[in-house]
């Protein structure tokens, strides 16, 4: 299992993706341009010091991501998905990839993914933070793929 973000703008998701990466053993990608310094205080305050214990790529556009991505579906998460997230079957293999925050994916990257997924919320409400969604979707994923590491809970 692999997540990307596809033109993060906001600082503070990407340190939270971070520690998911590193929580989750999970690689992250990031497919730049991004709206912020790696060195922003704020990104390093939310990634904590998980920052190590992470596998983070920054890929430098979309074109070279999908050249270095690999084997594998790649799965969108966008508000204009297809199939609400409790209703699609992951594979180990998958790649779980957010759009930016402010303008989500453009159509190229629409049209490049093998599913769109949505997350489903209540009417009226927009959309989820970037870095929550990407917690409730890699969580689902890693659940139905047994991708989740046994912890011995005293």
Not at 2 to 16: D, E
Not at 59 to 80: M, S, V, Y
Not at 114 to 143: H, Q, T, Y
């Amino acid at each position: 299992m692999h997540l990307a973000l596809f033109n993060p703008q906001i600082p503070q998701n990407v340190g939270a993706c971070i520690r998911l990466s590193a929580c989750f053993d999970t690689p992250l990608h990031i497919i730049e341009p991004v709206g912020f310094s790696f060195d922003d205080r704020s990104m390093k305050r939310a990634a904590l010091d998980y920052g190590p214990l992470s596998h983070m790529t920054r890929h430098a556009d979309w074109d070279a991501f999908q050249a270095a991505r690999g084997p594998g579906r790649l799965i969108l998460f966008t508000t204009r998905g297809a199939t609400p997230l409790d209703a699609f079957t992951f594979e180990a293999g998958d790649t779980l990839l957010f759009g930016s925050e402010t303008s989500g994916a453009p159509h190229g990257v629409h049209a490049a993914a093998d599913a769109r997924v949505v997350i489903p919320i209540r009417p009226g409400a927009r959309s989820m933070n970037l870095s929550v969604s990407a917690g409730i979707g890699l969580f689902e994923a890693l659940r139905q793929t047994a991708g989740l590491h046994p912890r011995d809970y005293v």
